[in-house]
Each structure stands twice: as C-alpha cells, then as structure tokens.
C-alpha cells in the first residue's frame, strides 16, 4: 500500500509564488508516474501536471510557462513550483501516482488527500 502526503498549500497573493511537496512511502515500485491534479469548487478534477521516473514532463495549457513540475525519486518527493499564479489557480491540488507492475502488466493508483492553493488579494 502507498500512501501520499502533501505539504505546502496556503494562501498567496495574485503574482506570489509556491512550492508543493508530495511524498509517497510504502511498497512503490521504481518505476512510475506522478502527478499533479487540482479541483475548483463545481468542477471535475483536472490534470495540471505529470512527471515520469526518467524526467520527463508534460502541462496543462493554462500552467505552462508558470508551473515546474520535478521529482526526487531517491526520496520518492514530487514537486510542484507554481509561479505567477494568478485567482484562477485557487483549487484543492491532488498528488497522484500510477505504475505498471507485473505480468500481465496491472495498474496501480493512488491519491493524497489534497491540499487547499488560495490566490487573492
């Protein structure tokens, strides 16, 4: 079983910057993806960003230029530096990470428990 735990929402001002952290600890396997998502009141869960083991990287349209997602996978940490945030980033923001293990390959996923991001003045 894995079990996420997040850190670091509070409430900024329009043009601040923060930084959420995401541990994962348990029974994870090497090689997995891990993810950002974030949920305004009355709308679906959205995916904001996600990170493969090796690196690589991919954005939602709204959050690129502003948002770096990275990991630490010796610490099993993935990273969220959200800059230039603006009223519109105000969300609950989820850590999620899914891998592929075994054969047949079966998928595993998993969610933290959320972490509440406030821009306003």
């Known amino acids: 079983q894995v079990q996420l735990v997040e850190s670091g929402g509070g409430l900024v001002q329009p043009g601040g910057s923060l930084r959420l952290s995401c541990t994962a600890s348990g029974s994870i396997f090497s090689v997995n993806v891990m993810s950002w998502y974030r949920q305004a009141p009355g709308n679906q869960r959205e995916l904001v960003a996600t990170i493969i083991t090796g690196g690589g990287t991919n954005y939602a349209d709204s959050v690129k230029g502003r948002f770096t997602i990275s990991r630490d996978n010796a610490k099993n940490t993935v990273y969220l530096q959200m800059n230039s945030l603006k009223p519109e980033d105000t969300a609950v923001y989820y850590c999620?990470?899914?891998?592929?293990?075994?054969?047949?390959?079966?998928?595993?996923?998993?969610w933290g428990q959320g972490t509440q991001v406030t821009v306003s003045s």
């Open positions: 999620y990470l899914a891998s592929k293990e075994g054969r047949p390959p079966r998928v595993y996923e998993y």
